[in-house]
């Protein structure tokens, strides 16, 4: 009785395949252009691998590549950037010498560091939309040292531990919401920092500056270490919206007057301070290099 009720079931099933295969045997006869056009999902690539690929995987790139990876991005050529190759410069030799990055970006300075051969390089990036370009450029740029981590350095400057034999933080002081607490922290994990930094200024930005329209409030005074340090409070006025932002985790956030922050370094330790690229009429606002070193 079993096998006679299971007959009928498997004529029908095998005439299904039989018309299956009667249907795609015309397709075959008449070529694969017969076969009917299909787009691709979303998420898929329709076309060969490519570095280009690569790239436009991710929205709102600020950072060019070097032309020999042969793509498109950002704009900024900052793989080649005079002001990271002055701070290696005064730096000195950094073979078996500890690196840390802060706000990578996009890896263009992680490049360059690279390049003079550390023995280890760690890029700390918060924002989710850099830190996965910056693993797109570790690949494009077969970048071997380099690591890249997610998250706020702040907090994880406040208990590491880790001691560094250089910080660089390009881009990134101004963009603290408590930028005193950050120059305190790196003197706390390293002998030598450089810094890229806007600075407040009435002098460089008076009054009716289209600059200061970012400002929020009155100047603010701290008194730390001995020194008293000037701020002004600024908000990004909704341009973290945009998928290609690169500022702070918060919206409000200070700039230090540039003498207080030469000043505080000094108080932190610091006996060795230069500064370069000194820019008071930056388009967004004056800005400068430092390199401190405390020496032995």
Same mark, same amino acid.
């Given at each position: ?159 590491? %531990? ?63 270490? %001995? ?19 690169? %500022? ?17 370094? %000094? ?30």
């Amino acid at each position: 009785m079993t096998s006679w009720s299971i007959r009928p079931a498997a004529r029908s099933i095998s005439r299904r395949l039989r018309r299956a295969a009667e249907a795609l045997d015309g397709f075959a006869s008449d070529g694969p252009s017969s076969l009917p056009a299909a787009a691709a999902l979303d998420n898929y690539v329709e076309g060969p691998p490519s570095a280009q690929n690569a790239v436009d995987a991710l929205q709102g790139w600020n950072m060019a590549l070097p032309p020999e990876v042969g793509v498109t991005a950002g704009a900024g050529a900052f793989y080649a950037d005079p002001r990271i190759l002055w701070a290696l410069d005064e730096f000195g030799p950094l073979e078996g010498r500890k690196v840390l990055e802060l706000g990578p970006l996009e890896a263009s300075h992680t490049y360059m560091i690279e390049q003079r051969r550390p023995a280890s390089l760690l890029a700390v990036e918060a924002n989710r939309l850099s830190f996965l370009r910056c693993l797109v450029v570790k690949e494009l740029l077969d970048l071997k040292i380099a690591r890249f981590e997610l998250g706020n350095f702040a907090p994880w400057l406040e208990t590491t %531990g880790r001691r560094f034999d250089l910080i660089v933080a390009s881009g990134v002081l101004y963009h603290m919401a408590n930028p005193i607490r950050l120059l305190e922290l790196l003197s706390l994990r390293a002998d030598s920092v450089y810094l890229w930094t806007h600075y407040a200024s009435d002098e460089a930005m008076p009054p009716g500056d289209p600059r200061r329209m970012a400002f929020v409030g009155e100047a603010e005074v701290c008194e730390t270490h %001995g020194v008293s340090v000037r701020c002004r409070k600024r908000s990004y006025w909704g341009a973290w919206k945009n998928s290609s932002f690169c %500022g702070g985790l918060y919206d409000l956030h200070r700039w230090i007057e540039k003498d207080d922050i030469l000043t505080l370094l %000094g108080a932190l330790g610091f006996d060795d301070v230069r500064t370069a690229h000194d820019e008071p009429d930056h388009h967004n606002g004056p800005a400068f290099s430092i390199f401190a070193r405390r020496s032995r």
